[in-house]
């Protein structure tokens, strides 16, 4: 793959733009060109100027799966001339797109303007928290500047990236100055290292938690394998005291009750205590003791419920044999009603032939 990528150039280089310190690899055949030039690169985008970061290498060290772009040229005068002339288009084209965002009432908030080198298109950088939907604006852009436009939505961590500033330390902030992807940073990194949980001072200036989090957690973790937690209740000297403090670099520790506060060291700890040093279990043992707890729960829970239906059954069953009487009852008194029924008109039959009075006197005399 990387033979069918590689076979038209000779060289690759590195090369960074302007706004981002990410490099990228460009082909190349020239052999003139060295470390610190500026060259036009050919992008996604259209022509870029760029800076070489690197001197130029054999093409078949290349290991990408990306096909290469290539650089066309060492950037002439009048092509620096042009990308300084396209700094200054850019940040009018900024306000005429901003009076154009403010004209359509879009909730946008623009943050840079760029050109490309001929001038053939023109991005737009802008935050939202929302999804914007920018189909008149872009009528109304490209009536304006009679090229193509790009508008290009980013995060927090981005704009701060692009901005730059300086962070709690002091520095620069970390993604503009060497970041160049940015990775997933979470409050576990901050419990680890033992940081009060304060989210305002764990935050940088984008709102989200600092990246330089993450530099020191698998250090962290690793001094704190075999320490017991935070709160913990470990016995010294025949007294119940709570860990309240820990510092893992000095390896020292704090023990508090009602009474008295212990300081000493984290050798002390695991030496002079009757805490004990809970053994590490292998990621694979772990998951297969998560496994069977699993399957036993599943069994205990698959046992109660055949337990349950067997109890229904058997009360369903002892409250049909109670009812079985009652029906007996109930059918004998129904055969008795019905008998009761069919005598019933016999009886009236004699009642009524007894009391008929013509039956008696017989036929009338003339």
């Known amino acids: 793959m990387s033979e069918i990528i590689t076979e038209s150039f000779k060289y690759i280089a590195s090369v960074r733009f302007q706004n981002t310190k990410k490099p990228y690899t460009f ?38 799966q990306t096909a290469l772009k290539p650089i066309h040229r060492k950037a002439s005068h009048q092509d620096r001339q042009m990308h300084t002339e396209n700094k200054e288009l850019a940040k009018e084209a900024l306000k005429k797109c901003a009076e154009c965002v403010q004209k359509h009432e879009l909730d946008m908030n623009l943050i840079s303007a760029e050109y490309t080198l001929d001038r053939s298109r023109l991005i737009f950088v802008y935050v939202s928290e929302n999804r914007v939907d920018f189909r008149e604006l872009l ?3 490209s009536q304006i500047f009679k090229c193509r436009i790009e508008l290009r939505q980013i995060g927090p961590r981005d704009k701060a990236k692009m901005v730059g500033g300086l962070g709690a330390c002091g520095l620069e902030t970390c993604c503009s100055r060497f970041l160049d992807s940015f990775d997933v940073v979470s409050i576990n990194m901050a ?7 304060n989210i305002p001072k764990l935050s940088g200036q984008c709102g989200k938690l600092m990246c ?8 962290y973790k690793e001094l704190r394998v075999g320490l017991p937690k935070m709160n913990s209740q470990i ?21 508090e009750n009602k009474e008295n506060a212990v300081f000493m060291s984290i050798d002390d700890l695991l030496s002079k205590t009757s805490y004990k040093k809970p053994t590490v279990v292998p990621i694979e043992e ?5 496994v069977d707890e699993k399957l036993s729960q599943s069994t205990e ?19 049909n044999n109670h009812k079985k009487p009652n029906q007996n009852a109930n059918t004998n008194n129904a ?28 036929t009338p005399q003339e």
């Not at 082909?27 to 800076?51: H, M, P, Q, S």
């Not at 419990?191 to 949980?197: D, I, R, S, T």
């Not at 772990?286 to 998560?290: L, P, R």
């Open 335 to 362: 055969e008795n009603q019905a008998n009761g029924e069919n005598k019933k008109p016999n009886n009236n039959k004699k009642r009524h032939h007894r009391h008929n009075p013509n039956k008696n006197k017989g």
């Open 286 to 290: 772990e998951a297969s003791v998560k």
């Open 301 to 319: 829970e698959t046992e109660a419920k055949e337990e349950k239906k067997q109890e229904h059954r058997n009360n369903k069953n002892r409250h």
């Open 139 to 141: 009528k109304d852009l």
């Open 235 to 255: 016995e010294f000297e025949g007294r119940m005291y709570r860990l309240t403090s820990m510092n893992v670099i000095t390896r020292q520790i704090k023990l």
């Open 27 to 64: 082909g190349a055949n020239d052999e003139t060109l060295e470390y610190g030039d500026f060259v036009v690169v050919e992008t996604a985008r259209g022509l870029e100027i760029g800076e070489m970061i690197s001197s130029l290498r054999d093409a078949s060290s290349f290991t990408g």
């Open 212 to 219: 330089c989090l993450k530099y020191e957690d698998e250090a």
């Open 191 to 197: 419990k680890n290292q033992l940081l009060a949980l």
